[in-house]
């Protein structure tokens, strides 16, 4: 951990997964999109897939609907993550929708099939669809009850051999406590997968953790709402944390 800026020469990606939590499509909102936020975080996208890397997107849902608050009130688990995931294809679909009004060819598709609004998950075509350049957008997040689009968001940058998966957060960044409430809370840089969970620092839930640990993916947290970041951080400048192998 230190102030110093992140300072490694910037490398060339070739593929990346961006992660949007649905609150990142909120903006200064409480609930839903906010068409200002989303077309915003789109010329971001654009600004990166016009730099020659390979995007996709998978997008939350926890603006919309979230399955563990269905639980809590009293809904079975399962048809509750169900509503979570479809609250996901919606702001995959406002998601889509920002991108093609500024002509990036995009395409979602679903865990859940349903073919009259996105393709199905198929994991050739979806890599096909990036060598074309198009945007592929994630929707349903894993398609299973019991997860998260965090995991989802590992299990598909695995999928498509990402090399770094990218978490659009409020904030620039990990703390060691909630920089928003307290103003002596530090940030990191580096971070490796270890400490993370030893330390229960809440960048992405353990299971995505894990997964990305396996497979050797860098996570790398920023702050979505500032203009430009996105490609700044692809390009190592500006700040931000990243997550990787220790030693
Ligand atoms: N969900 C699920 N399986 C998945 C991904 C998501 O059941 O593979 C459900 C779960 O109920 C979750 C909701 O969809 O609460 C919305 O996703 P998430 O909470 O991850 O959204 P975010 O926090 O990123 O907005």
Redesign the pocket.
Known sequence: MSDVQNSQEPKKYKRVLL?????ALMGSGQFGVDPETVNQIAEDIREVVDSGVQVCVVV????I????S?AASGMERTT??????L??VMNSLAMQNALEQLDVPTRVQS?IPMDTVAEPYIRRRAERHMEKGRVVIFA?????????????AALRASEMKCEMLLKGTKVDGVYTDDPVKNPDAKHYDHLDYKKVLTDDLRVMDTSAIALTRENNIPITVFSIYEKGSFGRVLRGEGRFTTVQSEG
């Not at 992660?19 to 609150?23: N, R």
């Not at 609907?65 to 563990?68: C, D, E, H, P, S």
């Not at 509750?80 to 995931?85: K, L, Q």
């Open positions: 992660k949007l939590s649905g609150e939350g849902g926890g603006n609907f979230r399955g563990l269905g509750a993550d169900y509503m979570g995931m609250a996901t865990a349903a997040g894993s398609g299973n009850p019991y997860f998260t689009t965090d995991t989802a």
